[in-house]
């Protein structure tokens, strides 16, 4: 480990599989120091090692979409420690300043080739993508709203699972997000997902395996039960790839495995075959 | 008692299982088998039999009592093939408009690699979305452990009711512990401050009754008389209110 991502740990600052020192991102599968400007050329991947770094929320859903064309709802939805939760209330501050997000979801309208679309990004800075009541509302409002207006939805899902810091709060955003989902889908509208790595827990548990066309990043850990979970309880090794996207797929539960550079176009693709 | 110890209780072997209460509640069950696509988990007890003159299609999380019942039923964790059972259940449920009772008793839904190569987020997930519009009455009782998502799927309900001394959480206490604190030792903490008991969720409107533990007969009684009332209102309504229900959590 060099100096400098030493420095950055000790300070706990983020960006998961890179670590960020101003314009410059350390890849955490090579070591190699890389500029932003270049990085964002090469949609975030690692020119060097291939690997995929994590990306922010915000990057993500203007990777998507049409220039300047994303308008944001519901940012000003905070979470409040409902159950007076030890120390949630100052995970959430950090959280915040980690990821300069109120909360781990980003909702919005935007325009992908022209067409409408509702689209929301999680971010993995805020809280490991955690899913809370803010989280659970803020999609279902934007379900909702897209089940008005017949608009397709976006999804890209990256999260550790339900927030247990808001009890059973948190769980049934589960419920409340697949009831949404299950609606917008009644109302014969499309929502394509977009699993990134990981997607794992209450979210995979829910609208993450909900989509009509399912998505996922090359390499994406995606799962209900984390891996040191079944390793512990089982007391086995684990096959390699498992819960790896490219494993997923073959059980049967992912449609395309689409690398980052051409996940635009597929959407949009996808997009335009869905709209008159 | 600490709601650490209502956890352990709850886990506590010599309790009445889901078979026990379904054996009490109606005197003509009959367990049908298989999710239609690949097994019949014993995890989940599925079947049809009256409660008060009333047919209800009943589906259970079973942990066994004596240790060979335990391991064939798998301590109540079910597989994805469980679920689907469940829902395959319920969906016949809802062709003959025949109300859906679920009873949970699980720790959480089976952890291991082939839970996860079939599916159990989907398995999950499906359970949730389908059971949201599902055009009959379903009504869930938690008996003992409501172990996160695995107690979750069964819960999609018009009424979510709870025994006394069960207790529904999104993580158990130990694992929450671990997770924060690195600590499992901490899992009486975290038992208290993860809102896990059926007091603590009635307060907070996450449940609409607590049951009377150990007593079939009453439940068997309120269970009708809160199906007649479910029975009456249209599907619409019936629909409505169920998204309601589950839209107005934590907001």
């Known amino acids: ?276 | 008692m600490a709601d650490y110890d209502i956890v352990t209780a709850a886990r506590r072997e010599g309790r009445l299982t889901a078979s026990d209460y379904i054996a009490k509640l109606t005197p003509d069950f009959m367990e049908l088998h298989g999710d239609r696509l690949c097994g019949d988990d014993a995890a989940v007890i599925g079947g049809i039999g009256t409660i008060g003159k009333i047919p209800v299609t009943l589906i259970a999380l079973e942990k066994g009592k004596t240790t060979e019942e335990r391991i064939r039923h798998n301590f109540g964790s079910a597989h994805p093939e469980g679920y689907r059972k469940a829902l395959r259940l319920m969906q016949q449920a809802e062709k003959f408009r025949r109300p859906v009772v679920c009873l949970v008793d699980t720790a959480g839904a089976f952890c291991g690699v082939d839970a996860e190569e079939h599916g159990q987020g989907r398995a999950i997930a499906d359970n949730l979305a389908k059971m949201s519009t599902l055009r009959t009455p379903i009504l869930s009782v938690i008996l003992g452990e409501g172990g996160s998502g695995g107690a979750l799927a069964l819960c999609h309900s018009d009424r979510i009711w709870m025994m006394e001394d069960a207790y529904l959480s999104v993580v158990s206490p130990e694992s929450c512990a671990n997770i924060l604190w690195k600590d499992t030792a901490r899992a009486n903490e975290a038992a208290e401050a993860l809102a896990l008991t059926a007091p603590k969720l009635r307060r907070l409107q996450l449940i609409d009754r607590i049951c009377k533990a150990g007593d079939p007969k009453a439940l068997a009684a309120d269970i009708t008389a809160e199906l007649t009332e479910l029975r009456k209102m249209t599907f619409t309504e019936l629909l409505e209110t169920r998204y309601r229900k589950f839209r107005t959590a934590g907001y």
Not at chain 1, 21 to 27: K, L
């Open chain 1, 1 to 276: 480990m060099n100096l400098r991502s030493f420095f950055l740990k000790a300070n706990n600052a983020p960006e998961k599989s890179g670590m960020r020192f101003g314009r410059h991102i350390v890849c955490k599968g090579c070591g190699r120091q890389l500029s932003v400007a270049r990085l964002r050329r090469e949609y975030f991947v690692c020119p060097a090692c291939g690997r995929y770094i994590t990306v922010r929320a915000r990057r993500r859903i203007l990777m998507l979409t049409d220039r300047r064309s994303f308008v944001e709802h519901d940012r000003d939805l905070i979470s409040r420690n409902i159950l007076a939760f030890p120390h949630y209330d100052e995970k959430l501050e950090t959280a915040r300043a980690n990821s300069r997000e109120n909360e781990a979801v980003v909702c919005g309208t935007a325009a992908v080739d022209g067409h409408p679309v509702c689209i929301f990004a999680m971010d993995a800075n805020f809280m490991m993508g955690s899913m809370g009541t803010v989280v659970g509302e803020k999609i279902t409002r934007l379900f909702e709203y897209a089940t008005e207006r017949h608009l397709p939805v976006i999804g890209v899902t990256v999260s550790g699972g339900a927030r247990m810091q808001e009890g059973m709060f948190s769980l049934l955003q589960m419920s409340k997000v697949s009831a949404a989902v299950k609606r917008h889908s009644d109302g014969g509208n499309l929502y394509i997902v977009l699993l990134t790595d990981p997607t794992t827990g209450g979210v995979d548990a829910s609208f993450a395996m909900l989509g009509d066309i399912t998505l996922a990043e090359p390499g994406a850990r995606v799962g209900f039960a984390g891996p040191r979970v079944i390793e512990k309880s089982l007391n086995q090794a684990l096959p390699k790839d498992f819960q790896r996207a490219e494993q997923v797929q073959r059980c049967g539960f992912i449609d395309a495995i689409v690398p980052r550079r051409e996940q635009r176009e597929c959407i949009a693709k996808l997009i335009g075959w869905h709209t008159e």
